[in-house]
């Protein structure tokens, strides 16, 4: 009795420190994309609410609220309202699975720092970003509008290539740790990070990450110069926030990912596990917005012959070499 | 048939073609000043140089002056062509001075067009400008001298296609003027043609002086509705205002060109005592509570009396689907209590006109090109103005003009002229139903056999009657003396001036319907408790006003839509405001039987001008446009049946129910409209009393119609009350002295409907015996209406 | 080499982007510090006055026709002495993009930007602004040009009684 009760208690703890940290993080993710950018093009960037702007995310937040919720003469009303949902939903469901710090001991029993250690965690995410572009899709679809169905046709062609690639560059970890579960994923690289293992998987990752995320310089779906604002042009209000907030939170689900799969999760030397982890993601973070005030967006057919002639064949060879290895090493 | 190459492409054009024209049959526009399809070449502004490769002329030549020929190879963008037209364009403009900013021909102004595509844009010359001193030509054109780039299409226009004498050319050297002899309001009905053919700002619109530019003016083909002719035009409005009116091109009926009625005779929709509101007795309602209002008591009506209570009126004025929509309404309310025009005698010349054979009208086109045209009881710039114009064509080209008239009537050309009395034109008629007859009753009949041998001998005669004049019965008798008179191989084409511009579709749908008179009797019985007028005026239009007025004050509910506020509008008990002609789109059938559909200009509304006063407009936000109440009445009718207001739909339906519209769901307002397929069946009409014989000191009184001042719209535009004569009566010399009368005095016309004083006019070509007095709305003989039987009067001293 | 050339391209900028971040933004904070605009700054416009202290708009709709954003609006009209003026002349400049293609297509220099620019309210009547509000005492940028001295009709002088013209013509006359 007390067990179960002691279970459902420790759920819900994790639940909702996950979910109240991963929110916050990428409302906080805003803020501080649009203050780096501001910087690196010497700008103040957002700075009036609250000290040095911190207030922003709140702020952001009312006036999405409080804005009209418009729906376009002609959408598909249910699909138009549904797809942020999803967008957002994939993204937050993603968490449920990721290993945020090593296993702890808390009233008398071994608590893992994981929302669900599924046997098939990494599966489960490829699930989830598959299922994201669904919500981008759908949402450029429902909206009668040309921009957004350009716009979504382009996410479903750049998510579905990339996703091969990025498929391809997991295989080979996954042979080497011999296991599905993320945390066998993490507790393999205890000693040696997969960066180092598998320097050409980490790559291909990476980009492949990038694609996902559908940002610069692979922002093709939402192209503002080209598609308005691509698959969200018709969205307005919380509406639009919400695949604002999933586009954030999906930075983090892939920052996540990058940190359990290729930069040795928690591990790290003094620091407790968690706080290495927090350190990693908001690494990748950085990293993604740097990529952005850097580098300009790519052409459609560049990012498709990239994603088709470059990263799928060198993923293959990859896998070759190291179940050739694997097999050498026995 | 030469065959030519125009900048690598060939064409073969009729014999006389220019290449100029040929040019444009390729959809090369080659820039020009002085050509105008309508006036002919006469190489002065030497714009419109093309370089001739092969063939008879090589080199650089003026494409209007050279008449297309085999073999010619022509380059119309050559280097050498283009300089050249830059050169011309830069001495064009020495003397042009600088106002574009403040000229009304700024955005469609030629000269602009060809300075910017020559690509002059800095004037070298730096000597002195020359400059004129501007005339007052009238309440209608603007002069600006210091403009003009002597093309001389203004005196061409004026002078050669018009026929107007006091606007020329003077002057020597490069100090040519462009204007009349002295100060004064230009003579020529068609003066105000000179605003479209001036390809620079010299002759502009004095009435839409400063008003609006073109790219800002809301334009649409459309027609004019201000006599039976439905020249095509195109209206511009801005800001809720129609501002003015221009002329378009059709070939079969205007041309390019229209008479100062039609141009200036916009203004009605901008009137300022235009009823904007339903009105129920004199309370402003809503348009729910005026149709519920209309329902309930049509229905009491129905419920009480039976449905042959209830009458309709429609007027030539409506457009094909309105009357349509009617006779629909009046079927389902199960009323055959239904016309087309509330005076009877134009309503059986309208349904006589509707008779004849469509390949027997005559269109304008016919007119333009005949060689023989005789008039009978037709006053062209009283009834029809711009047939006047096509007749003066037709004249310029040999054809011999006649016209039979008790009435002075005016033409722009020398025709020959037979002053005969009223009862003289019916004998005249038999004479010309009988041509080749030997032996004559009398001279009439014998003068008429004369005529019609003459119009056998030609070759492509017309015969032209006015409705108004001949009745029902003379109108017959044309339409069967044209048969008689077509010559072998070949047709005499016969036009029939009628009341308004849809008076032959009312024609075309009243079949054996009752006329107004049946329907007048019906209220005097009290059998017909209710009479719906739709955009028809009875009380105006019907010859004894008295006894309509009686007769309407004896219904129990008199129903008024309307645009204008009309006599009838004032005793309604319930009204509906409907929109002007240029407020909705719909056909009008002219009084040859074309259908020719018109498109919506802009939408109603009281204009900015009168809702602010002339500020701007006011500052707040709304929704509504202020007096936007007017409907169309058709869509008010397809309601009350119903049904979707939607015109493609009614223009379905009629061309189903009565095949002899066919075309008109196809029709499109730029065409050239089409003709009705067939003919109406002719009506049975009792003969005329004869008319009475004259005591001495009794004359035959004959109401016409007037060029200004008789057309209820035209009428009702401010532009044209300047050009409004006061009430006159004109007679012979002859009777003059008899009656011992002075001229110039007032004097008093009596008469079985009352009694006038006017004044005095004499003329020589008026039939001795006849007094003629021009219909003149809202002056004291305003109840004197056009196209009665002849009435007898007595004119005494005042 | 080429590829060499590349691959510099791609990451050479980060070095730059990370160099800036760290430098001091050249932005300022404006309510606080405000910066005077340049002479040539496209703010608020106005309607100016000839030198003789005239309207200089003739209300000939170019500038209504050159707005890419349809906000000026006007009605011409004339004066007993033949000169054309606005009866009414209307911008709205909450649809205003202060793109200046109106004081370019203006021919009698009327039309002018000033350097305001803090227009921004809450009441969007106020910022759409009738003649009275538009039109200042004086000839703004340009001081000497005056449309109706050189237009070539007789307006302010009697006819040809303007510079660089000729008196008019006796057309009376066949005298050379
Ligand atoms: S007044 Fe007009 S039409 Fe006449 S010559 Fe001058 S420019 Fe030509
Ligand atoms: S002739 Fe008749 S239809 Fe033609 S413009 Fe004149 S009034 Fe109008
Ligand atoms: S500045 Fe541009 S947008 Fe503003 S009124 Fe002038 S033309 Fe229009
Ligand atoms: S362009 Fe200049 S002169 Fe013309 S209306 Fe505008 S402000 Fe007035
Ligand atoms: S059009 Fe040929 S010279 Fe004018």
């Known amino acids: 009795m007390n067990d179960v009760l002691l279970t459902i208690i420790l759920i819900v703890l994790k639940l909702g420190l996950v979910l109240g940290t991963v929110l916050t993080m990428a409302a906080y993710m805003v803020l501080a994309e649009r203050k780096i950018l501001g910087r690196m093009q010497m700008r103040y960037g957002p700075n009036r609410v609250g000290w040095g702007g911190m207030l922003q995310p709140l702020a952001d937040l009312i006036k999405l609220l409080s804005k009209e919720d418009l729906i376009p003469e002609g959408a598909d009303r249910w699909i138009f309202m549904l797809a942020p949902a999803i967008s957002t939903a994939t993204a937050l469901l993603a968490f449920a699975v990721i290993p945020f710090g090593p296993s702890v001991q808390l009233f008398g029993r071994t608590v893992p720092l994981v929302i669900c250690d599924l046997d098939i965690g990494v599966l489960y995410l490829f699930a989830l970003s598959s299922l994201a572009v669904y919500g981008v899709a759908l949402g450029g679809w429902a909206s009668q509008s040309k921009y957004s169905l350009l716009g979504g046709l382009r996410a479903m062609a750049q998510m579905i290539s990339y996703e091969l690639a990025m498929g391809l560059a997991i295989a080979p970890v996954v042979m080497a740790s011999r296991s599905f579960s993320l945390t066998a994923v993490v507790e393999a690289q205890q000693t040696l990070p997969n960066m180092v293992r598998h320097p050409l998987a980490f790559l291909i990752f990476l980009v492949a990450v990038m694609a996902e995320s559908k940002r610069i310089p692979f922002d093709m779906p939402e192209a503002e110069n080209e598609l308005v604002a691509g698959y969200h042009t018709e969205y307005s209000g919380m509406r639009f926030g919400m695949f604002f907030v999933g586009e954030y939170l999906n930075l983090i689900v892939l920052g996540s990912m990058l940190t359990v799969l290729f930069l040795g999760g928690w591990y790290g030397p003094l620091l407790p596990g968690v706080c290495w982890f927090l350190i990693k993601v908001l690494g990748v973070a950085f990293f993604f917005i740097w990529v952005r005030g850097t580098l300009p967006r790519l052409r459609y057919d560049q990012l498709m012959a990239f994603g088709w002639k470059v990263l799928v064949p060198l993923g293959l060879l990859n896998l070759l070499i190291t179940a050739a290895w694997m097999i050498w090493r026995g | 048939m030469p065959t030519l190459t125009i900048d690598n492409q060939t064409i073969t054009v009729p014999e006389g073609t220019n290449v100029l024209e040929a040019a444009r049959q390729l959809g090369i526009e080659v820039p020009h000043f002085c050509h105008h399809e309508a006036l002919g070449s006469v190489g002065a502004c030497r714009l419109c140089a093309v370089e001739f490769l092969e063939g008879p002329v090589k080199g650089i030549q003026m494409s209007c002056m050279v008449l297309a020929k085999d073999d ?127 390809p620079t700002g010299v002759l502009t619109d004095k009435t839409y002086r400063y008003k609006s530019r073109i790219w800002d003016l809301q334009e649409a083909p459309s027609i004019c509705p201000h006599c039976s002719l439905g020249c095509a035009v195109i209206p511009g409005a801005r800001y809720q205002e129609l501002q003015r009116r221009r002329a378009r091109t059709n070939r079969r009926t205007n041309g390019h060109f229209i008479c100062d009625r039609g141009r200036f005779g916009y203004g009605y929709v901008n009137h300022p005592d235009r009823p904007r509101a339903p009105l129920l007795g004199h309370r402003r309602v809503t348009w729910q509570e005026a149709l519920a209002a209309l329902q309930n008591h049509l229905h009491e009506f129905c419920e009480l009396y039976g449905s042959g209570s209830i009458s309709m009126l429609s007027s030539s004025r409506a457009s094909l689907e309105t009357q349509f929509l009617t006779k629909r309404w009046a079927n389902a309310l199960g009323s055959g209590q239904l016309c087309f025009e509330a005076h009877p005698r134009r309503d059986q010349a309208a349904r006589v006109a509707a008779s004849q054979a469509p390949d027997c009208s005559a269109s304008m086109e016919d007119i333009r090109s005949c060689d023989m045209a005789v008039l009978v009881g037709a006053d062209p710039l009283a009834e029809a103005p711009m047939l006047a114009l096509a007749l003066r064509q037709a004249a310029r080209r040999g054809a011999r003009i006649v016209v039979v008239d008790p009435r002075p009537v005016e033409l722009p050309i020398d025709c020959e002229r037979h002053a005969a009395a009223p009862e003289e034109l019916p004998r005249i008629l038999q004479g010309l139903t009988r041509p080749q007859q030997n032996a004559f009753a009398s001279a009439s009949e014998e003068f008429g056999g004369a005529l019609g041998r003459a119009l056998l001998e030609a070759k492509n005669p017309v015969l032209i009657g006015g409705s108004d004049l001949l009745g029902p019965q003379g109108c017959q008798m044309l339409l069967k003396a044209a048969e008689a008179c077509s010559p072998t191989g070949s047709t005499c084409r016969s036009m029939l001036l009628l009341a308004g511009p849809n008076s032959f579709g009312g024609a075309m749908l009243s079949d054996d319907g009752p006329g107004f008179d049946a329907l007048l009797e019906g209220m005097e019985q009290g059998r017909i408790k209710s009479l719906v007028c739709i955009e028809a005026d009875p009380v105006a239009d019907y010859p004894d006003r008295k006894r309509c007025r009686a007769a309407l004050a004896r219904l129990d509910l008199l129903v008024v839509f309307d645009c204008a506020a009309t006599a009838t509008v004032q005793e309604a008990d319930l009204f509906f405001p409907t929109t002007a002609l240029e407020e909705a789109a719909g056909t009008l059938v002219n009084n040859e039987g074309r259908m020719q559909a018109f498109e919506k200009v802009f939408s109603a509304g009281t204009p900015l001008l009168q809702s602010a006063a002339g500020d701007h407009p006011p500052r707040f936000f709304s929704r509504d446009i202020p007096g936007s109440h007017p409907q169309p009445a058709w869509t008010t009718l397809a309601r009350l049946l119903g049904r979707d207001a939607e015109l493609e739909k009614v223009r379905r339906e009629l061309e189903k129910i009565d095949p002899r519209f066919d075309g008109l769901a196809g029709l499109t307002a730029d065409s050239e409209g089409c003709r009705v397929v067939a003919p109406r069946q002719a009506p049975a009409l009792v003969a005329a009393p004869a008319s009475g014989v004259t005591a001495s000191d009794q004359l035959h009184l004959l109401v016409t119609e007037h060029l200004y001042g008789s057309e209820l719209l035209s009428d009702l535009s401010p532009c044209l009350q300047a050009v409004k004569s006061d009430p006159y009566v004109w007679l012979h010399p002859q009777d003059v002295a008899r009656l011992k009368l002075v001229e110039g005095k007032p004097v008093r016309l009596c008469t079985s409907l009352g009694e006038w004083t006017l004044e005095l006019r004499i003329n020589g070509d008026i039939s001795p015996g006849v007094a003629v007095v021009p219909r003149l709305r809202g002056t004291v003989v305003e109840t004197l209406v056009p196209g009665s039987e002849p009435m007898l009067c007595r004119i005494e001293k005042a | 080499m080429g590829l060499w050339k590349d691959i510099k391209g791609t990451f050479l ?10 430098r001091r933004p050249v932005t300022v904070c ?90 921004a309210t809450r009441e969007l009547l106020q910022v759409v602004c009738e003649k009275d509000e538009l039109l200042i005492d004086g000839c703004g940028k340009n001081t000497e040009y005056n449309f109706y001295r050189l237009a070539g009709i007789g307006v302010v002088a009697p006819r040809g009684g303007n510079p660089g013209e000729t008196p008019p013509e006796d057309i009376r006359t066949n005298m050379p």
Not at chain 2, 125 to 133: F, I, M, N
Not at chain 2, 142 to 163: F, K, L
Not at chain 3, 16 to 21: D, G, H, I, K
Not at chain 3, 52 to 75: F, K, T
Request: aromatic share 12%; glycine share 8%; hydrophobic share 30%.
């Open chain 3, 13 to 22: 900028p980060f070095w730059v982007t990370l160099r800036y971040l760290f």
């Open chain 2, 72 to 198: 010619m190879v022509i380059d119309t963008g050559s280097d050498g062509v283009l300089a050249y037209r830059a050169q011309v364009i830069e001495w064009l403009m020495t003397n042009h001075p600088h106002d574009c900013p403040v000229c009304d021909e700024g955005g469609e102004c030629q000269l602009q067009d060809m300075t910017v595509a020559g690509g002059h844009g800095v004037r070298r010359y730096t000597g002195p400008k020359r400059t004129y001193q501007n005339q007052d030509l009238g309440p209608f054109i603007a002069h600006e001298m210091n403009r003009c780039i002597q093309c001389y299409r203004c005196v061409r226009t004026y002078q050669e296609y018009c026929g107007g004498k006091d606007f020329g050319v003077m002057g020597t050297r490069q100090r040519l003027y462009f204007g009349r002899f002295s100060d004064g309001p230009l003579e020529s009905p068609f003066s105000g043609n000179l605003v479209d053919v001036c």
């Open chain 3, 30 to 119: 404006y309510p606080e510090r405000k910066q005077p605009p340049a002479p040539r700054y496209r703010g608020r416009l106005v309607l100016t006055r000839d030198p003789d202290g005239e309207e200089r708009c003739v209300a000939c709709y170019l500038c209504s026709a050159a707005c890419p954003v349809d906000c000026i609006s006007m009605q011409a009209a004339e004066r007993e002495d033949g000169r054309r003026y606005a009866a009414w002349f209307r911008i709205n400049f909450s649809r205003c993009i202060f793109c200046g293609l109106c004081t370019e297509a203006c021919p009698t220099l009327a039309l002018q930007t000033t350097a305001e620019y803090e227009l």
